[in-house]
């Protein structure tokens, strides 16, 4: 290199910060792209080139919002667009489903997650992949949904789980049921004799839930 020559020094980000209004605007396209991307290309082509070109912003935005794509992705899981949050799942009056005796509680709120889960079609597409990819991308949802599963353990039984250490099995076996049942249902219709593509097969499937809960847990 000619001595003369000074080094080249890194450019400075020159993308123009939006104005507020269209700055939650862009972050809302940003993490919405991550899903789009995911359900489309799976994990392993999971990039912030890949979820810019989607959201139609420049890479810039996505380190200066979010700072980087783990972070991102931990946006994109908050956000409720991938999986409910807990407090989606409590209705329109948290404080009366919290009041509910401990059997319908449980019922309403797996009733709801059913129907929460199943209006997810991308979701469904994502855990599918998720299957068959395994990197620290999906370590980050995993995480999530662990987090997901405490708080809904305490929504749900609280002291009643510590006192019976089975309810926490019993749950955890329903809502595993219902994720995988609600993947199948993307490719077939029957399932164990029940139409797991329709409404009234799932109303079934609620039913016993119901029923279950209120034959095996306590009543206070």
């Known amino acids: 290199m000619n001595p003369a020559t000074p080094p080249r020094t890194a450019e400075p980000d020159t993308t123009p910060e939006p104005r507020s209004r269209d700055r939650e605007a862009t972050r809302e396209r940003i993490v919405q792209a991550v899903g789009t991307v995911?359900?489309?290309?799976?994990?392993?082509?999971?990039?912030?080139?890949?979820?810019?070109?989607?959201?139609?912003?420049?890479?810039?935005l996505i380190y200066r919002y979010f700072g980087g794509l783990p972070e991102l992705l931990t946006a994109w899981g908050?956000?409720?667009?991938?999986?409910?949050?807990?407090?989606?799942?409590?209705g329109d009056d948290p404080a009366t489903f919290m009041a509910l005796p401990?059997?319908?509680?449980?019922?309403?709120?797996?009733e709801h997650f059913?129907?929460?889960?199943?209006?997810?079609?991308?979701?469904?597409?994502?855990?599918?992949?998720?299957?068959?990819?395994?990197?620290?991308l999906t370590a980050i949802l995993e995480t999530e949904r662990e987090q997901w599963g405490e708080e809904a353990s305490r929504t749900l039984g609280g002291a009643d789980?510590?006192?019976?250490?089975?309810?926490?099995?019993?749950?955890?076996?329903?809502?595993?049921?219902?994720?995988?049942?609600?993947?199948?249902?993307?490719?077939?219709?029957?399932?164990?004799?029940?139409n797991i593509q329709s409404?009234?097969?799932?109303?079934?499937l609620k039913a016993s839930v119901r029923a279950l809960a209120h034959t095996l847990m306590p009543h206070n």
Request: net charge neutral; charged share 30%; no cysteine.
């Open 102 to 110: 401990t059997p319908e509680r449980y019922a309403r709120f797996f």
């Open 38 to 60: 995911l359900a489309r290309e799976g994990f392993g082509k999971l990039g912030v080139n890949a979820i810019a070109r989607e959201a139609g912003v420049d890479k810039v």
């Open 199 to 204: 409404d009234a097969g799932w109303n079934d």
């Open 78 to 90: 908050d956000s409720g667009q991938f999986w409910p949050r807990v407090q989606d799942l409590l």
């Open 161 to 194: 789980f510590e006192a019976r250490p089975w309810l926490q099995g019993m749950t955890l076996l329903l809502v595993g049921g219902v994720q995988y049942l609600a993947m199948r249902s993307r490719k077939i219709r029957i399932f164990g004799g029940v």
């Open 114 to 136: 059913i129907d929460e889960l199943r209006a997810r079609p991308l979701t469904l597409e994502i855990m599918v992949a998720e299957m068959n990819e395994r990197n620290e």
